[in-house]
């Protein structure tokens, strides 16, 4: 950890939320997309293994996060979360998938009309 680490806000709910619910392979995905190493993850993710999950542990694993998400301001960005998260392939070909089918749908009503 560095100086700094002592001084970030706690991990926000819908941040841990997505880090502890995911799939390992998700969350190294997500930080790829949002240019968090794997490398940076996966040191985070041997230095909490140390710590036999404790506290401390879960927060060495959400740091390389919480450092992205953290505003000049100290405050965490909710916002560019949700448009990195939107933006990440998974997600961003589900909605094309669920707007498709709604146009689909909405096509279908017209034409029985």
Do not use: C
Not at 29 to 43: K, L
Not at 92 to 113: D, F, I, M, T, Y
């Amino acid at each position: 950890m560095t100086k700094h680490d002592d001084e970030l806000p706690a991990t926000p709910g819908w941040l841990a939320e997505f880090l502890w619910t995911s799939t390992t392979a998700d969350v190294l995905s997500f930080g790829a997309h949002v240019g968090i190493s794997g490398q940076e993850i996966d040191a985070s993710a041997q230095g909490a293994a140390l710590l036999d999950g404790s506290p401390a542990a879960a927060r060495m694993l959400e740091l390389p996060f919480v450092r992205r998400y953290r505003r000049r301001d100290g405050s965490m960005d909710r916002a560019r979360f949700i448009a990195d998260f939107a933006a990440w392939p998974p997600i961003a070909n589900r909605v094309a998938e669920l707007k498709a089918e709604r146009q689909r749908n909405e096509a279908g009503s017209v034409s029985r009309s």
